[in-house]
């Protein structure tokens, strides 16, 4: 396992959803793929910060401000992450009552 700092762990960027009102059938499927690949890259950053965690801390060489900004960059994914899933799911729905 090669050693990783927080500072190479990069965030997945957050993909922008298509009005699910005006988007046709293969939009919206298309939204849904890319939700399913961001949650996976973010899934994979979360891991490589929280490796960066437990190196740091086997090594003993953290700092309380390094810390609070891993920790800080962690939730705020994990928000982003959350946010994003309800946001699909709330253009899913437009999509649908599009459709009755």
Not at 3 to 32: H, N, R, Y
Not at 33 to 50: D, I, K, M, W
């Amino acid at each position: 396992m090669s050693a990783v700092t927080a500072a190479e762990c990069l965030p997945p960027a957050t993909p922008i959803l298509p009005d699910g009102a005006a988007a046709s059938e293969s939009e919206m499927i298309q939204a849904q793929e890319t939700v399913a690949g961001f949650l996976s890259e973010a899934r994979a950053y979360l891991q490589c910060l929280e490796q960066d965690e437990a190196l740091s801390l086997a090594a003993e060489t953290e700092s309380a401000e390094s810390k609070s900004q891993r920790d800080e960059a962690y939730q705020q994914m994990l928000e982003t992450m959350k946010a994003l899933n309800e946001q699909l799911l709330v253009q899913l729905q437009e999509f649908r009552n599009v459709d009755q």
